[in-house]
């Protein structure tokens, strides 16, 4: 099928009206996309518009694209009126399958056939959303973190009848519209982010449930702790930057049998040859020129830039 | 044990010339401390030294305490020397168990009777590493986060023969030190902080084990998505946040089922009303008069300033 090139795309529209589906409206807004968000009952613009001013204050202190406006969103609660000549789609509903059919079953009729349509979902498969959509391979998980207009990340996963052009439009259009896609090649319940939060998640639940911790304790670990170091690197590239000038590799030598350890519940694989291979390779793929007295030198840089930005927030904050 | 008031202290030892005695002596340094490092050999003290020298520039960065300066450092291959007029011990040695053991046999011996000793073991318990010390009542786990200089937290925890007053002594020290102290009740295997990263880093593992993400996709996926978050809000209070007005409270019943689903190989805990409570009324007394609005304010206010300060941060590298 051929798509209009992601680039010269203006026109989005956003179904939904809660945190996620203003959260969109809003980034889309502020890079300079005329918007139509489709809400259910007239009663919800309001509160659309609340949840978007709210975000516009973020957004103006991180830049705005030439000619963003607020001016440039359109409310409708006719979902054909929405989506008649959107070149991109968002559908943001809440996060009930039989809905989210429904709503496929009718997109997928009214939406033309060349432009793409991306649902938010954090957990449910394409496959299964796309079910009763008569036209189901232009349909794909983009899935946003929250808030989605200051969180880069987006997800992206195909249905089982999704087409492979369609992937891989979203990933080119959500680049060039200022987003980081995260292309996976099969469904993953949960996907690549909210999998590694789920685990942290579970573990501290865990704790809290048999006295190990507090919330309090659980909270203050994280953002004392790995925390800000996450925000630079990922746990990958964290261990690779904490193994010394040698990286990974040494960290999977010296730490593997800690892997044995009970130092989560979680048990985890076996550290096969393979799987250091890859971990290595990735680290030094993703470290490239760095050597270790860089990366070391660009992880402080930004922790003291996270640890004095957090003061002056907070300062600001109170 | 009477011991000297955690506020008086001037004199530290750090036992150990790697990166985290380095980091430890560096960060006692710019608090304006008279530093005593013992290495095991001469020829590691440049080494130490330089260590330092790249600490001081991010610890600068953030503000020395007035009379903090890299000439009250002393470094002796003596043991006995270097912890004879100790207020406080920091001991960072290999995590070799024996070697551990030894060091405490000596230290035992050797530090005035009245002094806290504490380890920065990240996974070993107190218990095992004071067994041969003879002086084993002010012995202590003090385990920082890498780097020491930078990373706030501090998780504290006693051995089987430690004195409860030996905890609170390190707290108060620690803290008065700028450090965030966390008390454990109990020695749980890999702590808090590294339980929590511990299970991420699991499940980062099987994911690439099974070709479910790449090394770069799971790092990709947290410093674009959760990572900046945790830097502002651990994961308790970041549901809570996301809950909306409803809090936690709201995300446990609306995403409770969600612990059923395979969103990670961790599988979770039965969510009773007695784990729940303990989620709601955690969160709600780190959230105090904050309320959702206030609440989200804040972390749009972190996530902002984060990303401005990584922006600007990375400019600089280049």
Partial sequence: MPRKDPAVVT???????????????????????????????????PGLRRLIDTA??????????????????RCTTSLAE????????????????????????????????DVVIASSTSGMTMTDIQARCPTPERTVVGHPFNPPYLMPLV????????????????????????????VMTKEVPGFVATRLQEAI??????????GEATVEQIDTAITNGPGPRWAIMGPCMVFHVGGGPGGMAYCLDQFGPALKLPWTRLIAPELTPELRTR????????????????????????????????????????
Same sequence: chains 1, 2.
Avoid at 102 to 111: S, T
Avoid at 157 to 176: I, L, M, P, Q, S
Avoid at 298 to 317: C, D, F, P, S, Y
């Fill in 155 to 182: 997800e992206i996963v195909g249905g089982a009848k999704t087409a492979k052009d369609a992937v891989a439009w979203a990933e080119a259009f959500y680049r060039h519209a200022g987003k980081v896609p995260l």
């Fill in 56 to 73: 516009w204050e973020s957004l103006t202190e991180l830049g705005l694209e030439p000619g963003a406006s607020r001016d440039r969103l």
């Fill in 11 to 45: 026109r989005v529209a956003s179904i939904g009206a809660g945190p996620i589906g203003a959260g969109w409206a809003a980034y889309f807004l502020a890079r300079s996309y005329d918007v139509t968000s489709y809400v259910h009952a007239a009663t919800e613009e």
């Fill in 201 to 210: 998640w579970r573990e501290a639940l865990h704790m809290v449930a048999n």
């Fill in 82 to 113: 929405a989506v008649a000549d959107a070149e991109f789609v968002q559908e943001s509903v809440p996060e009930v399958l039989p809905l989210k059919q429904a709503i496929y079953a009718e997109l997928g009729r009214l939406v033309p056939a």
């Fill in 279 to 318: 971990m290595v390779d990735g680290c030094e793929e993703l470290a490239g020129e760095r050597d270790f007295h860089a990366l070391t030198r660009e992880m402080n840089k930004g922790l003291v830039a996270i640890a004095k930005a957090l003061r002056a927030a907070r300062e600001g904050t109170r």
